[in-house]
């Protein structure tokens, strides 16, 4: 929960020397389908950022809202565990030492996403 709302969360950070410039976080829903002729056909679904546009400067938690819009929306708890898909995070950015442009991928399966947790801070004002 973020806000009163139910959200799909991660964290996405920059530990290397070299920063990152700026930086366009997209995230997606792939899901396996059995076509009519035995084929297999995977869908995206983009889910909607709150946050999709980036200065990374410290880790930033990327939210994904589960609303009426969302593919998630009618999952509970249960059907994540036996569902079979993937989410896939794609993050494109510029390096502030080179100025080349740069991405980085990371996914998620079902059993790799924990409902109702949060992250611990790490800021503080």
């Given at each position: 929960?973020?806000?009163?709302?139910?959200c799909?969360m991660?964290?996405?950070?920059?530990?290397?020397?070299?920063?990152?410039?700026?930086?366009?976080?997209?995230?997606?829903?792939?899901?396996?389908?059995?076509?009519?002729?035995?084929?297999?056909?995977?869908?995206?679904?983009?889910?909607?950022?709150?946050?999709?546009?980036?200065?990374?400067?410290?880790?930033?938690?990327?939210?994904?809202?589960?609303?009426?819009?969302?593919p998630?929306?009618?999952?509970?708890?249960?059907?994540?565990?036996?569902?079979?898909?993937?989410?896939?995070?794609?993050?494109?950015?510029?390096?502030?030492?080179?100025?080349?442009?740069?991405?980085?991928?990371?996914?998620?399966?079902?059993?790799?996403?924990?409902?109702?947790?949060?992250?611990?801070?790490?800021?503080?004002?």
């Amino acid at each position: 929960m973020r806000d009163g709302k139910l959200c799909f969360m991660c964290r996405l950070g920059d530990f290397r020397q070299n920063h990152m410039v700026e930086g366009k976080v997209r995230v997606q829903l792939l899901k396996k389908k059995i076509h009519s002729n035995n084929g297999v056909i995977v869908e995206y679904h983009d889910l909607e950022l709150v946050n999709d546009e980036i200065i990374l400067a410290t880790p930033v938690t990327i939210v994904h809202e589960i609303n009426k819009k969302s593919p998630l929306y009618r999952l509970s708890k249960r059907d994540f565990a036996r569902e079979d898909f993937e989410i896939l995070m794609t993050f494109a950015h510029t390096c502030d030492s080179t100025g080349i442009s740069h991405q980085s991928r990371s996914s998620y399966l079902p059993q790799e996403i924990l409902w109702g947790h949060r992250f611990k801070e790490i800021l503080r004002a």
